[in-house]
């Protein structure tokens, strides 16, 4: 089983920018597809973004489309999330997964708390 740690999230002001990290252990991702998640309080864990096994391919929800980009380093087992532009309603707890096309499996992290708020 792929141990996942999320990192990088915090308070940040509408219109600002964060990070996400995802690391891996255990076994290695490299061969996987990866995807991000998130769940604002109250409601049902949502799809994010996704990326193909080489990076070669990635895929969005509509609501972060062209404000988020994905990416990762296959050298270092690490699944990136670069968020811009935050809205209110990016605020949630964030989690990476390996997925299927938007369907994820194995195991999650802990996740990161990402707070968008003035």
């Known amino acids: 089983q792929v141990q996942l740690v999320e990192s990088g999230g915090g308070l940040v002001q509408p219109g600002g920018s964060l990070r996400l990290s995802c690391s891996a252990s255990?076994?290695?991702?490299?061969?996987?597809?990866m995807g991000w998640f998130r769940q604002a309080p109250g409601q049902e864990r949502e799809f994010v973004a996704g990326i193909s096994w080489n990076g070669g391919s990635t895929y969005y929800a509509d609501s972060v489309k062209g404000r988020f980009t994905i990416s990762r380093d296959n050298a270092k087992s690490t699944v990136y999330l670069q968020m811009d532009s935050l809205k209110p309603e990016d605020t949630g707890v964030y989690y990476c997964?390996?997925?299927?096309?938007?369907?994820?499996?194995?195991?999650w992290g802990q996740g990161t708390q990402v707070t968008v708020s003035s």
């Open positions: 997964s390996q997925v299927v096309g938007k369907i994820p499996y194995d195991s």
């Open positions: 255990g076994r290695t991702i490299s061969n996987a597809a």
